[in-house]
Each structure stands twice: as structure tokens, then as C-alpha cells.
């Protein structure tokens, strides 16, 4: 709901249509709030609505039932086109284009929204990519370090699902990627970060603790791109990142 | 010749990624994780309330914070 705020980026109509279905639902008295569902007429009048933490599956299906019994809704076929909703961004001709999912993992179950992992796309230019290979002359079996800000544009997407996703106000403490040349066209990358990402969008001691390791093949430019954690925690639960090219 | 062979045996095991492969492999998203695709979504009330009214069907209308799609939210 940021972009419906005074200062948020939707249209002033668009900010106006939420905001008379909000009053409306809170002049039937119905629930409402900032994570909420809503059922409308098709005049956009508010006749049922569901606080989150009650909008499980049985929940959802009784009341569009009973939305569908009051308001003789005929069945048919979706009107709106059905499609993955994390669809990869647009990039340009030669960008290095990451795609991150961070995830629970077995292990220690708290600290943050386990259900679905948090996705993120992350776009290099070439030149920026190219920062994650060896400079010219390394010899097989040497090593060097990716440039900090490479490496952060990267791991600062490190954390778990939680209700702040704004980068900005994350908090780096130690951060470092060191890369190896394995063998020709090969470097395997490994990265340590500590990171305090607040849950909420106020500051918090909440912090990402993670080691990675990264495997990256290369000619002229990176073909392949995978990073996986080794090990995670975040506000004393365990979670996972993983990280492949997708274009 | 110690120096030398735990070198070579560093190497080959900084070349065994397979698990790395594996993990990016193991947590991608699965189709339990992707039923919010199996919806068609508008990102827009308006034009949500525009094709109730002309469809004379119900909108379902789910207010979130951050970005739904991806799951950062």
C-alpha cells in the first residue's frame, strides 16, 4: 500500500479508487486495513472483507461463495490474462541479468515470514559483470577481490521474506567476495556478508549473517552464473539464497 | 611436495561445485509456492472496477505491502 500513500506513485484516481472503497467498507463496518482482502459488487460497492491473518483457503472460498450466492455471479472464463507475476525485467543487449530467490531452509524456524520465498531481480551492465572475473594475467589458482559495490548490489538482496523490502535501509557491516580462478573460464566466488535489515521499516537488531560460494563460467562474457549460500541466519531463524543467471 | 599436493587437492576441491548447482536447483520456486499465478491479476483498481461493471462480475481486491509478486512483501 506505499505507492497508495500521499507520497506514493500511483495515479491520484488510482489513490482516490482505493480510498472510497476503504470509507466504504468502514462505514458498513466491515474489516479493513493496509493487508486486507476485499469482495465488491461489479459497481465496486464493498460486501465482504477478510483481515490476512484470516484469509486461509476455506476462509477465501466461503466468501466468494457467498459473494457469488448474493450477487447470482454466472460462471465463465477468467477475464484477466493468467501469467507468471515475477516475470523477468527488460534489460539491455549484454546486461547480466540475476535471478534470486531467498528462502526458509531446514533449520531454525523464526524470525521471519517462512511461507513463500522473496524473489528479486538484479541487472548488471556488461561492464559491471565483468567486475566478477579475474583481472587480465591471473594465473590459475590465483585469486583477487570483486569490487565491493559489484559484490553488495548482489548481496544486499540477502535476506529473507519480512515486511521491509527497501534496500536503502539496509545496514552493512562486513562484506566481501573473493574470487578464484579455477580453471580456464571458471572462477568460484566466495562471499561473507554482515548485515543488519531491519523486519519492519524502523531500525531494529535484526541481522543477515551468511557465507556463500559462487561458481561462474565465462569467455568474453559471463555465460553461467550460480551462487548458493552455505549457510544463513537472519533474526535467529535459518533461511537460503540462491542465485542463477537468467539472461 | 606436501605444500604441492594440498595445493592440487584445494583445487580440485574449490572445482567441486556440484552442491552449488544442486542447492540452486533444489530452491527454486515449486508449484505449491506458484498457486498466486494460477490468478489473473490487475495491478490497477480502476481498471479492475471497469471490467466488474462491464462483466457485471464480482472484484476481489487484495491491499498488500511490497511487492506481492515476488514475494517481498
Known sequence: MEDYGSKGTVPDDEKKAYQKIYHAALAKKLSTGTVHVYVLTPDGDPIDSIHVAHAGTAKVTATLKAAIETLGTKEGKPLVEIKPQAATPRAGDGDLVLYLIARAVPGKTAGFWQELPGEDFIIYSREEGKRFLPPAGTAIGGGYEVDREVALKLLTYFYPSTENNDVSKNVVEQVSMKGTLIAEGRVRLDATLRMKHPFYHKMDEARVDAVAVGVVEFDSAIRKFRMATEKATYNGGTFGVAVKEVR | ?73
Open chain 2, 1 to 73: 611436495m606436501r605444500i604441492l599436493i594440498a595445493g592440487m587437492l584445494w583445487l580440485l576441491a574449490a572445482d567441486d561445485l556440484s552442491w552449488v548447482e544442486k542447492r540452486v536447483d533444489d530452491w527454486q520456486p515449486r508449484p505449491s509456492e506458484r498457486k498466486f499465478d494460477q490468478i489473473g491479476w490487475l495491478r490497477d483498481i480502476r481498471a479492475a472496477l471497469a471490467l466488474g461493471k462491464q462483466s457485471n462480475r464480482p472484484v476481489f481486491l487484495f491491499t498488500h505491502d511490497g511487492r506481492m509478486a515476488i514475494g517481498r512483501c
